[in-house]
């Protein structure tokens, strides 16, 4: 058998086992994620998939490594260095003859040999340098910065998540809404066929009650793609292959008690995320200032040199003496670095980093009051949500009624199919506006917990 014809053999084998272990695969994905798909289950899975939380964890890794990154500045320096060097021709040097006996003349003297190598090792240790000083101290800052950052990234997508998650279930609400009119338009519909039969019902009847159940359905297609739509952006959000079935609970809703009891307590706004997080960047802006200002210090540093070296006219690698000279050699030393005029660049970066910091403390007196307006407002709307969703809720048992008694009329022959048809557009129209209701509400319950920091409540 030609080689070009096993490999395609082995290659459409593999294929044929991917391809058949694809469902497999694909139905333990479905078997890790629980059913029903709670409002829990999905914080959890994007707290651990998304990708912004995963880099948001990220950074807070790395600032350890900043941190021994820092520390390393403390600690002492040792370097290795080593040199071979052959020289063909050696630089000639006058000197005078009369070193010789030969007074009146100049010789032409070569100095040094053909070979020459070295292996040498030195040490710097910082005795006194402000800046590490200060460096050390902001590096645990910097530390707990990426931390209330992180923290920061999970409330944000606790809260895409959670939204996305209750329209989601909105959508739903609406696709049930829709199913149980055209299941009562149809019931509706075969009674009118029955009396047309009968004589009992006009033909134009009928063909209103089709046209509705034709119109009905469209709107339940309509429905469905938005729900498919809602759904795949809530997989985005929480981190999830667009392709992965999820189970979310229809009755939800059904547990909804809504109370003012929630926007009772007013928070302290200085605890919360955003404003903590601009704290720590005050703090950190401050280090920043005090590292400028360690250019007025003076710098002590010790430093330490041992070598060896060999000078010979032969290759001085493995050639003993007497054919190369080999000696070694040591210093060690202070150096001191006194810093006395640079033209006030040092003067001019301290006062720039004075302007970062009092920047940062008009941030934090905008945060503060844009938090208390958060709260206030979100404290509005959840107030208004709870009196509109129970103006809903009663509307829609009104509408109901209205619906019940105008089909006993018509089934009666006391009211005629426009009433009936009116009466079941007003109960869709009420029931859709109480899911909206519904979800104004939950969107605003989510506002005030953010508000007032507490989005990870959620998870519980």
Known sequence: MKPKMIHFRRAAFVLLLLTGLAPVLQAQTQSQLPSPFTLKNALEFALEHKSNVKKAKLDEENSGHQIAEV??????????????????????????????????????????????????????????????????????????????????TDEQTIEQVASNYYQVLVQRQKLVVIDSNI?????????????????????????????????????????????????????FYMGMNIATPIDIPAAAFDNIEPSFQLAASNPDVTKLTDYQLLKKQEVLLNFQKDAVKAEYYPTLSLNGNYGYQGLGNKFPIGTGKPAVNWF????????????????????????????????????????????????????????????TLNNQKENVELAREVYDNTRNNYNQGLAPLTDLLDAENSLTTAQNNYSSALLDYRLAEIQLIKSQGNLKSLLN
């Open 328 to 387: 070694d050699y040591a210093s060690i030393g202070l150096n001191l670095k006194i810093p006395i005029f640079n033209g006030f660049a040092t003067r001019s970066r301290v006062r720039q980093a004075d302007v970062d910091i009092r920047k940062v403390q008009e941030d934090l007196k905008n945060t503060e009051l844009s938090l208390n307006l958060a709260f206030e407002n979100a404290r509005t709307q959840i107030s208004n949500s709870i009196i």
């Open 71 to 152: 520390r390393s500045r403390a600690l002492p320096t040792v370097t290795g260095s080593g040199s071979l060097s052959y020289n063909p021709i050696l630089q000639l040097s006058a000197v005078p003859g009369e070193l010789a006996g030969q007074p009146g003349t100049t010789l032409l003297i070569p100095f040094g040999q053909k070979w020459s190598s070295s292996a040498a090792i030195s040490l710097q240790q910082n005795l006194f340098d402000q800046s590490v000083f200060t460096g050390l101290k902001a590096a645990k800052t910097t530390q707990e910065y990426y931390k209330i950052l992180s923290t920061l």
């Open 183 to 235: 299941a009562t338009t149809t019931r509706v519909k075969e009674v009118i066929e029955g009396q047309y039969k009968n004589g009992l019902a006009k033909k134009i009847d009928l063909d209103r009650t089709r046209v509705n159940i034709s119109n009905l359905q469209a709107q339940r297609q309509q429905i469905l793609n938005a729900v498919q739509i809602q759904e795949n952006t809530l997989k």
